[in-house]
């Protein structure tokens, strides 16, 4: 909460407008998902529902490297993957190559990784950490325009003194908001939720985030299962668009 009134106050209570133009999120399937006119804009905040055994990994990483392809910076959150896994990641696909230096030892200096490790952290730090790392980082460099945090799936389980996970995320979602930086979060959401073989409240999402997104797994014919993107909804506007099929 300190957090986000100073940066409320850092910003003269100004919040930095939400862009006009749609903004290439790095993958065809994920633009066809969107109705033309809903698609996500610049400084608008977007959750990505994946369920088990979907690349959404892979997904967060090909929205950061369009940022990537243009000359912004972007910054990986993760509490899922280390460093050096997602490096490897990068380098062993070419859509993910602007992520890398030109040896494809290293990560480019525009991108910046933060693996936040199992640690008894306070709810200031843990943001601070965060937004510190959005704005340079240890080396400098100016603020990103693009952050992921992959991923947010019960975060007291690995940071035990945060309380009241619902309101720190909607806390992060105002501050990089406040940062001018356009984010994508990832949670996770049951197996079989998108074929309606069990119950997801989304009502937590739809409330905090500009779009809601949902990733899952068509089982329900005998062959292999087909992952599938549907949206929820779009630039604040629910939506009844079709899923449609995901190929990575």
């Known amino acids: 909460a300190a957090q986000l009134s100073i940066a ?6 100004k919040v930095p407008s939400r862009g006009n133009d749609p903004i290439d999120l790095g993958h065809d399937d994920v633009h066809a998902a969107f109705a033309p006119e809903r698609r996500p804009t610049e400084r608008s905040s977007t959750v ?3 369920e088990p055994g979907t690349r959404y990994t892979y997904l967060a990483l090909r929205f950061l490297t369009a940022a990537r392809r243009t000359g912004q910076s972007a910054l990986m959150i993760s509490t899922k993957e280390d460093r050096e896994a997602l490096r490897r990641v990068c380098a062993a696909d ?8 030109e040896a494809k030892t290293r990560f480019h200096p525009a991108f910046r990784v933060l693996y936040l490790h199992p640690e008894f952290i306070s709810a200031g730090k843990f943001a601070w950490d965060i937004l510190r790392m959005a704005r340079g980082g240890h080396g400098g460099g100016g ?5 992921v945090f992959d991923n947010v799936h019960r975060l007291t ?4 003194l945060l309380d009241n996970e619902q309101f720190l995320i909607r806390a ?3 501050l990089v908001r406040y940062e001018g930086i356009t984010p994508l979060f990832i949670d996770m959401a049951p197996r079989g939720a998108g074929v309606g073989r069990v119950p997801f409240d989304v009502a ?7 779009n809601v997104l949902h990733v899952y797994l068509d089982d329900r014919n005998d062959d292999e299962p ?3 993107i549907r949206v929820l909804k779009g630039m604040s506007v629910e939506s009844a668009h079709a899923a449609v099929p995901l190929r990575y």
């Not at 603020?143 to 952050?147: H, M, Q």
């Not at 389980?157 to 035990?160: S, W």
Request: a negative charge.
């Open 204 to 210: 937590d999402y739809m409330t905090t985030f500009d």
């Open 8 to 13: 409320r106050d850092s910003a003269g209570f």
């Open 226 to 228: 087909k992952p599938q």
């Open 143 to 147: 603020g990103v325009a693009r952050l």
């Open 94 to 101: 070419p859509a993910l190559h602007p992520c890398l230096d």
């Open 172 to 174: 992060l979602v105002d």
């Open 157 to 160: 389980n690995r940071f035990p």
């Open 48 to 50: 990505l529902l994946a």
